[in-house]
């Protein structure tokens, strides 16, 4: 895509918590220069329940949004990425393009299934610790990879 938006790919494991909620608040913080879109390792059938319900208490709906898995972003018709950010503790698969890669370690509220009032807690935490780190990530000066290559190609040659 051409339109000067910087591609972000959030991983995670079953494609159902953390990388829905991220895609989901990157698009909204900052969705005049991102684009951001999520995926699963071993994705699962649909979306966590609560994490709906957390996206719509803080007024980020997810509509629209729906699980995926990796292998939808390594053939020749996706969209290229410029970031991929790991949610999980899994190895990710390298993706076309040669993106940026990070991994953010974030608590997982799928460990305290079982407790509602824990489970409920772990939610809030894991949302809040991705809000913080989408809006810091949002504010950062980047770059879409291919005007990081048009920009770096002149260097190359006066090297």
Avoid: Y
Avoid at 16 to 23: D, P, R, T, Y
Avoid at 53 to 58: D, I, T
Avoid at 106 to 121: F, K, M, N, Y
Wanted: glycine share 6%.
């Amino acid at each position: 895509m051409t339109d000067g938006k910087i591609n972000v790919l959030f991983v995670c494991k079953d494609n159902a918590i953390h990388s829905i909620a991220a895609q989901v608040l990157l698009n909204r913080f900052g969705g005049k220069r991102f684009r951001a879109f999520s995926c699963g390792l071993q994705p699962a059938e649909k979306i966590h329940p609560r994490t709906v319900e957390m996206l719509a208490a803080h007024g980020v709906p997810g509509e629209g949004c729906r699980t995926r898995s990796v292998a939808d972003f390594s053939t020749a018709s996706a969209p290229e990425m410029d970031f991929v950010i790991n949610l999980c503790d899994e190895p990710i698969p390298r993706l076309p393009g040669n993106p940026f890669m990070a991994h953010w370690r974030i608590t997982d509220p799928s460990s305290e299934a079982g407790d509602p009032a824990r489970e409920a807690l772990a939610f809030r935490r894991a949302f809040r610790e991705l809000e913080t780190r989408i809006r810091l990530f949002s504010v950062l000066r980047h770059q879409p990879r291919e005007e990081q290559r048009v920009h770096a190609a002149p260097q190359a040659q006066a090297a």
